[in-house]
Every structure is written in C-alpha cells, then in structure tokens.
C-alpha cells in the first residue's frame, strides 16, 4: 500500500462519491477471473485494490468525525503493524 496514493483516493471520493471506487473495486475483482491475465497484471490489479479499499477506510473514519492526518496515520500504522 502506498500512502500518497490512498491520500489522492480520498479526496476523489470526497470530491466525487465513494460509490465510484466501490464500483471500480468490483470491476476489477471481476477483471482477476479474465482467462490469459499475466501474474504481473494480477500483482498491479492486487495493489490497486489495496490502496482503494485502504482509501475508503480511510474515508469512512473520516466521515465519522476523524481528522484526516490522523485517520491516514492509524491506517497506516495498522497496515504497518500487520505486516510485521
């Protein structure tokens, strides 16, 4: 996950609806299942989907009253955490 990524998804979804990234979530998991897809193709469509989903989170606790540089760094300190 890449944290300026999931910090420019976010303010897409803040300016746009997070409709539109739930939808190309969708879109994407379904691209996973396309009969000839190259690992390298999977790899990229694998971290797209994380930094989306991360940038919703994100979005969500941000809606629900958490200051946006402090969401970001829970976030990532829990994406951070899990890894180790």
Do not use: C
């Not at 996950?1 to 979530?25: S, W």
């Not at 958490?66 to 976030?75: G, M, T, V």
């Amino acid at each position: 996950m890449r944290l300026p990524i999931i910090k420019h998804m976010v303010e897409f979804i803040e300016q746009n609806d997070e409709d539109y990234v739930n939808e190309t979530m969708e879109t994407l998991e379904f691209l996973i299942d396309a009969p000839g897809i190259k690992d390298e193709e999977l790899d990229v469509i694998g971290e797209l989907l994380s930094n989306f989903s991360g940038a919703v989170e994100v979005h969500r606790e941000i809606a629900a009253g958490k200051p946006k540089k402090e969401a970001l760094n829970e976030f990532m300190k829990r994406v951070v955490g899990s890894i180790d």
